[in-house]
């Protein structure tokens, strides 16, 4: 069984950008999460979606943001990228947020110059 | 709010000797705890899901045990394949009046086992 894709794994933008981060889930899995890791935050949710829909939302400003499509597949969005955005951005899915363990992708690297 | 601390931060062996990690947590109500392996510049590796104190799973040279304020990662005899950033974390269940999932994740234990 496919494990879940990210795209692309390594990106590279200047402040003042905006960034596009695609996530596949594993088959039959309905919920995908997003999360930001930094060295100095540690892993901090953003937010999930299931069935198209965001059931949860974390702690962070309206420049983040994200849509799931039919096929379960998501995007998040950073606009006006800021030096602090740069992170690992993790995408994590589950069959069930409520109910299941969630399986995390590898990750993209974005750094902001 | 949910708390997650993980100790030590860092830890060093020498193939074969054994250890443990710690995980407390402080949560209203617990729904699960997760211990999770990264390796650098990899994504989190799921490893044990906990649901209540007393219960323990094994998996190869690890065994994760849950108590009502921790959680321990017992590794046995590890390897240096063994070495990886270990990460546990929290899901609360949300009070009668509503909330969310959210899980919290603590810092981390970086593993060093040494040959």
């Known amino acids: 069984k496919a494990g879940v894709t990210q795209t692309p794994r390594y990106l590279i933008k200047t402040r003042g950008q905006q960034v596009t981060l695609s996530c596949s889930p594993i088959?039959?899995?309905?919920?995908v999460s997003w999360y930001q890791q930094t060295p100095g935050q540690g892993l901090q949710f953003l937010f999930e979606?299931?069935?198209?829909?965001?059931?949860n939302k974390g702690n962070f400003p309206g420049r983040f943001s994200g849509r799931q499509f039919s096929n379960s597949r998501s995007e998040m969005n950073v606009s006006t990228l800021e030096l602090g955005d740069s992170a690992l951005y993790l995408c994590a899915s589950s069959f069930s947020f409520f109910t299941d363990t969630q399986y995390f992708g590898p990750g993209t690297r974005l750094t902001v110059l | 709010e949910d708390q997650v601390t993980q100790s030590p931060e860092a830890l060093r062996l020498q193939e074969g000797e054994s250890s443990s990690l710690n995980c407390s947590y402080t949560?209203?109500?617990?729904?699960?705890l997760f211990w999770y392996r990264q390796d650098p510049g990899k994504g989190p590796e799921f490893l044990f899901t906990?649901?209540?104190a007393g219960e323990e799973k094994e998996k190869e040279r690890l065994k994760a045990t849950l108590t009502k304020k921790e959680s321990f990662l017992h590794i046995t005899a590890p390897k240096p394949e063994d070495s990886a950033t270990y990460l546990c974390?929290?899901?609360?269940?949300?009070?009668?009046?509503?909330?969310?999932?959210?899980?919290?994740f603590g810092r981390g234990t970086s593993l060093i086992v040494h040959p």
């Open positions: 979606y299931f069935s198209e829909t965001q059931r």
């Open positions: 974390a929290v899901q609360a269940t949300p009070p009668p009046s509503g909330g969310s999932y959210i899980p919290t």
């Open positions: 088959s039959g899995h309905r919920s």
């Open positions: 949560v209203s109500g617990l729904r699960g």
């Open positions: 906990l649901y209540s």
